[in-house]
């Protein structure tokens, strides 16, 4: 018996963004960017890239899988202003569990540098770590590490802080964290979807950042 609800188009009017506060304020307005009302297409979540997008509960569909904002868009938005989102640095950005500190920011030159372990006076803000390039001594996997960050920032925006499903992007805030924790460590990534537990490489967890980042 073939399955409807694997053939039928999704119904989007029965897709709602839930009334409340996000963890990031000024983001209230911001949710009718791209692609931010759609349903996440399978080949976009971590199972379907797991499954080669096989899987019966989620058919791959030819929709793009960069949805959010734009790395260059959260730049042109994040400042350094106290009380906004890029004022914010890694060790308070999660509510449930720290991001990996790895970054401070050198006023000298302007630069992000790999953090002081053993001060925590200069790290980095999220507008920093994202505007800046890298100085010395050479920070952790920089770039792959803003694009985590952008990853957190989208599912933090669309998801909610506390997201625990995918409803308007791939990722969960926890997903993104662990996966920005993994690139800067340069480890792999393990986690469980519905097909199970997984171990990612490294570089199969960068291949999947770029599938998601723009």
Request: some cysteine; hydrophobic content about 35%; proline content about 6%.
């Amino acid at each position: 018996m073939t399955n409807e609800t694997e053939n039928n188009a999704v119904d989007l009017g029965r897709r709602r963004l839930a009334k409340g506060g996000l963890a990031v304020p000024v983001i209230l307005a911001t949710l009718a960017s791209k692609n931010a009302l759609s349903a996440v297409p399978y080949q976009c979540m971590i199972s379907g890239k797991i499954s080669g997008n096989n899987s019966p509960n989620g058919p791959a569909t030819a929709e793009s899988c960069k949805l959010g904002k734009s790395g260059r868009t959260w730049l042109s938005e994040l400042s350094d202003t106290s009380g906004t989102p890029g004022a914010r640095k890694l060790a308070n950005l999660y509510p449930a569990g720290t991001f990996s500190d790895v970054y401070d920011f050198k006023p000298s030159s302007f630069r992000i540098v790999a953090a002081n372990i053993m001060s925590t006076t200069n790290r980095a803000t999220i507008n920093q770590i994202l505007r800046y390039g890298a100085g010395s001594p050479t920070p952790p996997n920089l770039g792959y590490g803003k694009k985590a960050l952008v990853l957190y920032l989208n599912a933090e925006m669309l998801n909610g802080a506390m997201g625990t499903a995918h409803d308007f992007y791939p990722l969960t805030t926890t997903e993104a964290k662990g996966i920005f924790n993994a690139i800067v460590a340069n480890t792999g990534y393990s986690g469980t979807t519905s097909l199970g537990p997984f171990t990612w490489t490294n570089t199969e967890l960068r291949s999947y950042i770029d599938l998601l980042y723009f």
